[in-house]
């Protein structure tokens, strides 16, 4: 498989970023934020959506809300989508939604973390900047 392919969606290459960059949070400014609804919802396909907020400043590439959830094991996480966002210090609603591919998400409590990311080149190969990263708990309900 190609980094080029790898690469090709929003949402995979915010997560292969958010994995290859640990730490990374550290450089979020306390102005930038990101929130996770209290609740988010199940389909009865298994597509899970979830939603909250976002803030965040002057960004010069591609910008990103990604989001995922971990029921149990808190090592097997699941990306549930990826949103654009508009990096122009006003706060913006997100929403992202997918179905897990394997083990099914089930309602009831789970862990999302959301994190808005970009995408800035300076210099060639695309490099991530955090914006703000949210770790919290949910209630998963069936739509």
């Given at each position: 498989m190609s980094l080029r392919s790898v690469l090709g969606s929003a949402a995979g290459a915010a997560l292969l970023l958010l994995a290859a960059a640990p730490g990374a949070t550290a450089s979020a400014a306390p102005y930038e934020t990101v929130t996770v609804d209290p609740a988010g919802s199940i389909a009865p396909d298994g597509t899970?959506?979830?939603?909250?907020?976002?803030?965040?400043?002057?960004?010069s590439g591609a910008a990103f809300v990604s989001s995922s959830v971990s029921q149990g094991d808190p090592?097997?996480?699941?990306?549930i989508g990826g949103t654009r966002a508009v990096?122009?210090?006003?706060?913006?609603?997100?929403?992202?939604?997918?179905k897990p591919s394997s083990d099914p998400v089930a309602p009831g409590a789970a862990r999302v973390e959301?994190?808005?990311?970009e995408l800035s080149s300076g210099g060639g190969l695309p490099l991530p900047r955090f914006h703000a990263v949210r770790d919290q708990d949910v209630t998963l309900t069936e739509s």
């Open positions: 899970v959506t979830l939603s909250g907020t976002y803030r965040c400043l002057g960004n090592s097997v996480r699941h990306g990096c122009d210090g006003m706060e913006h609603a997100w929403q992202n939604s997918g959301a994190t808005v990311m």
